[in-house]
């Protein structure tokens, strides 16, 4: 198991852009990794957990992505 720990602003960074709030909700809910206490004041997630979340949700997904040559350039 990794003990790389990911901050809320890292989890932006990956593209998870939600507020405190929204992932703690998420959390309740058993649909988002847990967090994990560091010190009174400060909050974070497991890299791996977090990984194995997001690769559930592209392995979850029910539309297929476009292929290369349907994709719109930018």
Known sequence: MSTDFLTHEALRARGINLSKCRLWQLEREGKF?????????????????????????????????????AQVAA
């Open 33 to 69: 990794p847990a967090r994990v206490r560091i010190s009174a004041g400060r909050i974070a997630w497991l890299a791996s957990e977090i990984d194995a979340y997001l690769a559930a949700r592209v392995t979850g997904r029910t539309r297929a992505p476009l292929p290369a040559s």
